[in-house]
């Protein structure tokens, strides 16, 4: 029928008129060899809840193990697993199930933090748990708290390249550019006297090394001039969007 009335339209139009029953064809058949293409919503909120329903699962059970516990990385494995679910509800718009986890993962943090100030703890686990509680901090806006914990976290902890790039990062999220250069110049306070003996003791080294043929390996540890590298990096990166800003800020005026 289709192409009986093709014969009836005009010569300049059939092309056009032969495209759009082509494109119809294409579509029926590809509509019937996989017509589960077409059911998208219900699916992905079945998958979704699933999904939610397993991380809900896990931070339950590790909520249960870390309440009974005063081991530290079985407290921050709680932590984790409220942050992993806290993320997962936001990206599905469950708003006040995201804040409920990301309170219950600020609880955990909190904990394991008070363990580690009684035990023998490394830097790394500080870091871990600082950073658990600061990006709670940050999910709920709260960046007087965010950098409170920050300042906090230096008179314990001596920060890597990772740390501060991860909270400048929550600062930048923020939009807050003034805090990040005076957080950092803060670090900056504890790297430089590390970085100046670092530097004493590879003098040290060196000489004694002249005295030997044995080959020494070179390390790949980060150091703390390396730390103290980032920081002022952080510092030259969030001063450019400062003054960029209050450019902008006196164009907007004129």
């Not at 991380?55 to 309440?67: F, I, M, N, T, V």
């Not at 936001?90 to 409920?100: F, R, S, T």
């Not at 110049?185 to 003996?197: G, S, Y």
């Not at 390390?219 to 450019?240: F, R, Y």
Request: net charge negative.
């Amino acid at each position: 029928m289709l192409f009986e009335n093709l014969r009836n339209v005009k010569k300049k139009w059939k092309v056009p008129a032969l495209i759009v029953i082509i494109v119809l064809i294409l579509g029926l058949l590809s509509y019937f060899a996989n017509p589960g293409a077409f059911v998208g919503s219900d699916t992905n909120t079945a998958a979704t809840g699933t999904s939610i329903e397993s991380l809900e699962s896990q931070a339950k059970e590790a909520a249960k193990a870390a309440d009974d516990s005063d081991d530290g990385e079985t407290v921050i494995a709680a932590s984790e697993a409220y942050y992993d679910l806290a993320v997962y509800q936001q990206l599905y718009n469950e708003g006040a199930d995201a804040k409920e986890s990301y309170q219950l993962m600020k609880k955990y943090a909190e904990k394991a933090l008070d363990i580690y100030g009684s035990v023998e703890t490394t830097d790394a686990q500080w870091q871990t748990a600082y950073l658990l509680l600061m990006q709670a901090d940050a999910a709920g806006n709260d960046v007087e708290s965010l950098r409170a914990h920050f300042a906090d976290s230096l008179n314990v902890t001596v920060p890597s390249s990772d740390y501060l790039q991860t909270y400048a990062n929550l600062l930048y999220t923020a939009e807050d550019y003034q805090a990040i250069v005076d957080d950092m110049n803060a670090a900056v306070a504890v790297l430089e006297p590390l970085a100046t003996n670092e530097e004493e003791t590879e003098e040290e080294t060196a000489a004694e090394e002249e005295e030997t043929t044995d080959d020494t390996a070179t390390s790949t540890e980060e150091t703390p001039s390396d730390v103290l590298a980032t920081a002022n990096q952080l510092i030259t990166t969030a001063q450019s969007l400062l003054d960029d800003s209050g450019t902008s800020g006196a164009e907007g005026e004129e």
